[in-house]
């Protein structure tokens, strides 16, 4: 068996000189993912926002799992909504190698961890809908969005007994930190909200229906060197990453 390859999406980033002089831009995704990844027994790979159709087809077929990665929001048109006015860092190219990525990567059986914009970037794969603005558009909303330093666990996650997610993280109720502005609307085809916040906003979905798919809108890449409990969604990604390679050899 060998070590099982993790394709982590990147999005972009804009850069600037301590005098803010010269601007560059760079892929790539928050370090902590790779590390999570790395200290999972697999391997990652960035897939960046510029590969073509043919490219993620390429990649995804030397990869076992796929880690759709935080960033920016969605473009709402593509879930056949107006854009909110708190609308923000949208990247059409990026969510476009995403979609491509998720459908493909669904097509063919391969594990799925979602986090955070990449949770809802597997609902919208399955045609469901977003809460644009969490503190406009959800009435009694907890915090959402920490502004604290450091890894803060923000708010109450309650999880749904009977799911996946349960299982994996071997509890019902935990703290989580939490870092967003949108949310699951409407639950996309085959997926089933596995977690809630204490205000009913969606905090995780998975796969219906038993299919190795999982998303958190919380970020456990961030927390699972502090918390060793979050570093459990990469450890099951990881797993299922060597079920899947040993089912593609067959
Ligand atoms: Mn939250």
Redesign the pocket.
Same mark, same amino acid.
């Given at each position: 068996m060998t070590t099982p390859v993790i394709l982590v999406s990147a999005g972009r980033q804009n850069n600037y000189t301590p005098r803010r002089e010269v601007q560059t831009i760079t892929a790539g995704c928050d370090i902590d993912y790779l590390a999570a990844v790395q200290r999972s027994g697999s391997v990652p790979l960035m897939l960046p926002f510029l590969a073509s159709s043919e490219g993620i087809a390429a990649a995804l077929s030397v990869a076992d799992g796929l880690l759709l990665s935080g960033g920016g929001d969605i473009l709402s048109l593509t879930y056949g909504e107006e854009p909110h006015v708190t609308s923000k860092l949208q990247d059409p190219t990026r969510d476009a190698m995403e979609l491509e990525a998720t459908r493909l990567a669904l097509e063919m059986g391969m594990p799925v961890l979602g986090i955070c914009r990449g949770l809802q970037l597997l609902n919208v794969a399955c045609k469901g809908t977003l809460i644009q603005d969490i503190p406009t558009q959800v009435p009694g909303a907890v915090k @959402?969005y920490a502004d604290g330093l450091d890894v803060v666990l923000l @708010?109450t996650m309650d999880i749904e007994s009977d799911s996946l997610l349960a299982k994996v993280m071997e509890t019902t109720t935990m703290a =989580?930190n939490?870092w @967003?502005h949108q949310a699951v609307k409407a639950v996309g085809n085959g997926l089933r909200i596995s977690a809630r916040?204490r205000d009913g =906003?969606v905090?995780a979905i998975e796969a219906a229906d038993g299919r190795p798919l999982l998303a958190v809108?919380?970020h456990p890449e961030e927390c699972a060197a502090t918390y060793p409990q979050f570093q459990r969604v990469f450890d099951w990604l990881a797993t299922e990453a060597r079920s899947y390679q040993s089912r593609k050899r067959r």
């Open positions: @959402h @708010h =989580v939490s @967003h916040a =906003v905090e809108q919380c």
